[in-house]
Each structure stands twice: as C-alpha cells, then as structure tokens.
C-alpha cells in the first residue's frame, strides 16, 4: 500500500523568507502524481502545486516549488518570499495514475512570523 | 464554475436524529469523494463515486449511508450517530479516472457536532 510521509509536525517561517516542507512516499508503482494541498484555519482545502511523476522538470507556481526525487521518493515544497497568507496545514497527497482515490500525509503546520 | 459548494456549514444532531449533508458540483466531474476531517489530522477518506456508482467504501460503518442521485450531487445520509462522528465532513470531487492529474477539488465542509 502507499503511504505518505510528512515528518514536520509544524515549521515556522519568517515573513519573505523561504522555508522547505518535506514530504516522502512509498510506492512500487512507476506511474503516479503528487499534490500539495493548502488547508488555512477553518477555510477550505485548495491545491497548491502538482506534479507527474514521469516528468523530471520540478513544478513551479509563482512562489511555490518543488524538488522531485523520484528515486529517493521525496517530493519537498518550497515556498519563496514567505507571506503571511500563507499561513496553513499544508498535506502532501499521492495518487495513482488510473485510480481515484488519494493518499494524505499527516500534514505540517506552518506559521508564519511578521 | 470550479466549485464544489456543501450545505449545510454547520450542523447539530443528536444521536436519535436523521440528517443528510449535501454536496454539489458543475465542472463535469464523474468522481466524487466524501472525507472525514478531525482536528489537526488529515483527510479520511470514506467513500468513492465513479460514473456515479459507488467505487470505494472504506469500512465505513452503515449508520453513514451516502447516495450519489446524479453525476452532479452527492448526499450523505446520517442516522444513530455517535458523539464521536463529530468532525468535519469533506466532499470533494475530480475528472475521474480518465483524466491526467485528477486532483480532487474540495467543498469548504460541513461541520458537524453530535450530542
């Protein structure tokens, strides 16, 4: 089965500076996608950033990034200029290409300092 | 539209009552998802609907009973529940298994507390 990892409880961040959410999976699979969903206090969960699995070139949206290893099965976000909008539960989610259902990390809680 | 809308937002039952949540969406998606959110945790998932048959039901126990009338709604029947089902309940709903990324686009939630 997969599974999610996310061994960041909570991370905090300076406002405009950069900070590094980690995230690992397990899979036997070759053919897969990967998510970063945003969840800020009692509001909705949104999707933050994607990424295929058989595409080599790391995800990029605005001031949010990823580092793709697929080998290592790591899949880490970077947000950059850090703003206090960003403040959230931030899951890493893995699904299968074909099948419906995903998989969530425990998720990390990030602050973000003025 | 890229909405998912939930009704209600909140909801108090007691653990003799019948309610039902409510999800609708209009992007043309032929899956649909409800989750079970606690505090600080993430996402369970509890059910599935493909091609508005149900797909995944993940040892859900039977006094949650969802209903999916067409490709667009998706209800969640409740009955005899128990304090702690208090939590918030996520629909969510994607392209289905046909489409590339599939990310599952997600309801605010209906928050529901039994007494």
């Known amino acids: 089965a997969q599974t999610v990892t996310q061994s960041q409880p909570e991370m905090s961040v300076q406002e405009a500076e950069t900070v590094t959410l980690s995230c690992t999976y397990d899979?036997?699979?070759?053919?897969?996608?990967l998510f970063w969903y945003k969840q800020p206090p009692s509001r909705q969960m949104i999707l933050v950033i994607r990424?295929?699995?058989?595409?080599?070139q790391n995800a990029t949206e605005n001031r949010f990034s990823v580092n793709f290893q697929k080998a290592a099965k790591s899949f880490s976000l970077k947000i950059s200029d850090s703003q206090l909008g960003d403040a959230a539960m931030y899951f890493c989610?893995?699904?299968?290409?074909?099948?419906?259902?995903?998989?969530f990390g425990a998720g990390t809680r990030l602050t973000v300092k003025p | 539209d890229t909405e998912v809308t939930q009704t209600p937002k909140h909801l108090v039952m007691g653990m003799t009552n019948k309610k039902s949540l409510k999800c609708e969406q209009h992007?043309?998606?032929?899956?649909m998802y409800w989750y079970k959110q606690k505090a600080k945790k993430p996402p369970e998932l509890m059910f599935v609907?493909?091609?508005?048959?149900?797909?995944i039901n993940e040892s859900v126990p039977s006094r949650f009973s969802p209903e999916c009338p067409n490709s667009s709604l998706l209800n969640l029947h409740l009955h005899a529940l128990q304090p702690e089902d208090s939590a918030l309940y996520l629909c969510a709903s994607s392209q289905g298994p046909a489409g590339v990324y599939n990310e599952q686009f997600f309801g605010p939630g209906t928050r529901l507390t039994v007494l």
């Open positions: 609907y493909s091609y508005e048959k149900l797909s």
């Open positions: 992007m043309g998606h032929r899956a």
């Open positions: 990424q295929e699995a058989y595409k080599q």
């Open positions: 899979t036997s699979e070759s053919d897969y996608y």
């Open positions: 989610a893995y699904r299968s290409a074909g099948d419906n259902d995903m998989r």
